[in-house]
């Protein structure tokens, strides 16, 4: 069961109750969304029956591989014009997702992104350097409309040219610093190569876009001498900034006004009480352009209802676990394990066996696969093959290291065969 958002008298003040948003919200996606009207007409659920956050549980999860399927506006729920900008998933395992956003979608988003980056401390006065893309990609400018919206001075240098960013970042003083979190160490590494910190006014650290460990948030504070703060979001549900851990750092805080968050069992799909681990799901509570009702993000944490000492009103969720297909990513590429797997298999001389072991050396993703030879196969010529193979299929330098046949541990169970060891020993 999950208990209310109004437990708490300042809970209640801010924070509507959610019943209220979703009843609304159910009804408003019944009316204009085509995909959803079949959706729920299909599982014979009348949108008056959602009554409350429980009684969700009876309405089908979302998936993307079904947002992929309306490729490229299929889910869009207002007419067009209304619609004033869209955006793009990757799209890097096939075609897109497209995302239309409507006026009212846009300034929510930059309400919502101004929120997390005032929860990370950012003021009027600072000057926040953004560098993830702008285009189709979410996040450049989600932050920089959070930024101008707070009325912060935004200094949009987009990603790479990494001499650019420390001369924008030493010359302007920029005191906040976006970015992915292997950007962000990428940068205090060369800021530290550099010698630069004494030219530096960075205060602030935000960093999103992928998992970082702990181990890899002090080594980025400690050379920069920064607090980090870790944001959440995912393109298809406005992008990054629904989520933002606050200055204590027990869980990133979530704009309930605007989403619902449940956790689901990740084999039965039941919703489970807070505080108890499974994926995250979203429903938007006021999204226009393309509302979406209990979307899967793959995403594993937990929610807390109990108050942050912080004094943030909203409710929060653990930072990120991991994910629930092993999805992972190098050089900003994602891979699943499934498509090493494939391209593997293309090359007769070696076993079944491999392991896929992630590294971070001088800031920068290294990936190595560790595969065993058949009988007659010579080693040097073999890793080749199969390097070739991975960089023209998957696109991606990998290291290849052809091991004794039967030397890779077997497991009865499922065997675990990637090992991201990015957030050790860096
Ligand atoms: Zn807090």
Redesign the pocket.
């Known amino acids: 069961m999950l208990a209310k958002y109004e437990t708490n008298e300042t809970q209640g003040q801010v924070v509507q109750t959610q019943d209220v948003l979703l009843q609304r919200a159910v009804q408003r996606i019944y009316n204009n969304s085509p995909f959803y009207r079949t959706k729920l007409d299909k599982a014979g659920i009348s949108p008056g029956e959602i009554r409350t956050v429980e009684d969700l549980d009876s309405v089908p999860l979302t998936d993307k591989e079904e947002l992929r399927l309306e490729y490229p506006l299929g889910l869009m729920a207002v007419p067009e014009e209304d619609v004033v900008r869209i955006h793009s998933s990757s799209g890097t395992t096939g075609k897109p997702i497209i995302v239309p956003y409507t006026k009212r979608d846009v300034q929510i988003w930059a309400e919502m992104m101004a929120r997390s980056l005032e929860l990370a401390g950012v003021k009027g006065r600072d000057r926040v350097q953004v560098t993830p893309g702008y285009g189709l990609w979410t996040a450049g400018t989600g932050f920089q409309a959070g930024v101008e919206h707070l009325g912060a001075m935004a200094i949009p240098t987009g990603p790479g040219n990494t001499e650019k960013q420390l001369e924008m970042m030493t010359d302007l003083g920029t005191t906040v610093l976006i970015g992915t979190s292997s950007y962000g160490l990428l940068l205090a590494e060369e800021i530290k190569k550099h010698n630069l910190n004494d030219e530096l006014r960075l205060k602030i650290g935000i960093f999103g876009s992928e998992r970082w460990g702990d181990k890899m948030r002090r080594r980025i504070e400690d050379i920069l001498g920064i607090e980090t703060f870790d944001i959440y979001g995912l393109t298809e549900i406005y992008g990054p900034g629904i989520a933002i851990d ?3 750092h ?1 869980g990133l ?1 979530y704009w309930s006004d605007h989403l619902l968050f449940e956790i689901v069992d990740l084999d039965t799909g039941r919703q489970l009480p807070p505080g108890v681990e499974g994926e995250l799901v979203i429903t938007t509570l006021t999204k226009e352009g393309m509302p979406l009702l209990r979307y899967r993000t793959h995403d594993i944490t937990r929610i807390h209802l109990e108050a ?5 009103p909203y409710p ?1 969720i653990d930072r990120i676990l991991g994910r629930t297909d092993d999805m992972f990513k190098v050089k900003g590429v994602n891979i699943y394990p499934g498509q090493i797997d494939h391209v593997l298999s293309l090359t007769k001389e070696i076993g079944s066996e491999y392991q896929i072991i992630l590294t971070r050396v001088e800031g920068k993703d290294s990936l190595l696969i560790k595969v065993e030879g058949l009988a007659g196969a010579e080693d040097g010529r073999l890793a080749l093959k199969c390097q070739r193979n991975i960089k023209t299929r998957i696109g991606i330098l990998a290291n290849v290291e052809v091991v004794l046949y039967g030397s890779l541990p077997r497991s009865e169970k499922k065997s675990k065969r990637v090992f991201d060891l990015r957030d050790q020993g860096l």
């Open positions: 606050c200055a204590v027990k805080h942050c000492s912080c004094g943030c929060r």
